[in-house]
């Protein structure tokens, strides 16, 4: 049982959240495209950078083995808070797309053969959509997509229907983030490998605001970024099986990935986690990383979850006596966002007036078109929900975008 969460205790560790944009107090809404960081992680940043900088494995000397310690310890912090059998289990990565590439470029080229079919979700990033594409197009393979219901849910006859194509691989997303939709990961999961399916899930959604266990789950990998769990940018976690992951060839080639380099009797590698893991890592990254899932589970990601979903149901109430307001993703159990259109406007000028106002929120098409088509438009506004945020933040949205609205209107 989750216990209510002070976010006016939270917000003091938010050094950025002080600050005033466009003369107006931060009133920051647009934690699915990025989450602001607390003092923790920027500190475990600045610690590293000023006091033990040093490129890790292999080195003898102290700085060296100190910045090892410390990024092979943050591996092990993802480890457990995922529910990884093993910290090798764990590969760092450059970011959650880069972690979707990976599999598609290793795991995928290793085994979708011509006539396969990729299986995906309308609801997908383009992240989740476009490698995959890519692939397809390299293999004579084929991408198929489950339908999404009126109400941000997926279709889930329609993927019993898909799943008639014996698809190679199912890819889709723990949580939309356009629409906020849970989706119920290990049963879908478990249905797509019933049918033979290799499993990818996209979490980059869920980790910030979902207790993740990935041997529950099932999957046979599951990827997230740093920058949406309150981490820094420019890093990313592909959880994948051990057996999996050995099977995988290497993707990318040079140091820290090898065993021994021959020039006449070529290259042997490295065995897992450092046979995904080429060239110098992103060594402060992953060490805040580290530091910025341990403050999440102090916070009490369940109270996290609950304070967003409490702030989401206050946004919808009170935006609901727009006239014309439509919302776009009305799945019960959503996640911490609210997306919208309004009639006789763009989402882009709504946008732009809430940032006059000091209302940072996020419009177009969130990286989804496919699913923007479904709904048959150009993109939404989106207001999505950290930990950090409050009651009368969400009211002073809720009375920008009033205020917005009638000024476009007149």
């Not at 410390?70 to 059998?85: K, L, M, P, S, Y």
């Not at 979707?100 to 309308?122: F, M, P, Y």
């Not at 339908?147 to 939309?176: C, I, N, R």
Request: glycine share 10%; aromatic share 6%.
């Amino acid at each position: 049982m989750s216990t209510a969460l002070d976010a006016a205790s939270v917000r003091l560790q938010f050094p950025i959240l002080n600050r005033d944009v466009n003369g107006k107090p931060l009133v920051y809404l647009d934690h699915a495209a990025s989450s602001q960081k607390p003092i923790a992680v920027i500190e475990a940043q600045r610690e590293y950078l000023m006091h033990y900088h040093a490129n890790v494995h292999r080195g003898v000397h102290a700085l060296s083995q100190q910045a090892t310690d410390a990024f092979e310890n943050a591996r092990g912090t993802v480890q457990r808070h995922i529910g990884a059998a093993e910290p090798c289990e764990v590969i760092w990565t450059a970011g959650a797309t880069d972690a979707i590439n990976l599999v598609v470029q290793s795991w995928g080229r290793q085994n979708i053969e011509a006539g396969d079919v990729i299986l995906i979700t309308r609801m997908e990033h383009h992240a989740n959509i476009v490698p995959w594409q890519m692939l397809a197009k390299e293999k004579g393979a084929r991408v198929e997509a489950v339908d999404v219901l009126e109400d941000g849910s997926l279709d889930l006859d329609h993927f019993e229907e898909q799943l008639k194509l014996h698809p190679k691989v199912f890819a889709f997303t723990h949580v939309s983030n356009t629409l906020g939709t849970v989706n119920d990961a290990q049963a879908l999961t478990q249905r797509a490998q019933a049918a033979g399916a290799t499993v990818l899930i996209d979490g980059c959604q869920s980790v910030p605001h979902m207790r993740i266990d990935v041997q529950a789950l099932g999957c046979d990998f599951y990827v997230f970024s740093g920058h949406k769990v309150y981490g820094p940018t420019g890093l990313g976690v592909l959880y994948g099986k051990r057996k999996v992951l050995e099977a995988m060839p290497p993707w990318r080639g040079g140091g820290e990935m090898i065993d021994v380099v021959s020039i006449d009797n070529g290259t042997t590698y490295a065995g897992l986690p450092h046979k995904f893991e080429a060239g110098t890592p992103h060594i402060s990254g992953a060490i805040a990383l580290g530091v910025a899932l341990t403050w999440i589970d102090g916070v009490g990601v369940e109270s996290i979850m609950d304070h967003e979903t409490m702030l989401a149901a206050h946004a919808r109430k009170g935006l609901s006596s727009i006239e014309g307001m439509r919302f776009i993703g009305t799945a019960p159990g959503a996640a911490g966002v609210v997306s919208f259109v309004v009639d006789a406007t763009h989402p882009y000028d709504i946008g732009t007036l809430l940032d006059s106002q000091g209302v940072a929120v996020r419009t177009g098409h969130h990286c989804t078109q496919p699913l923007m088509e479904r709904y048959g438009v150009p993109g939404t506004v989106r207001a999505s929900f950290g930990a950090y945020n409050t009651l009368q933040e969400v009211d002073t949205f809720v009375a920008g975008t009033v205020r917005a609205v009638r000024m476009l209107r007149d």
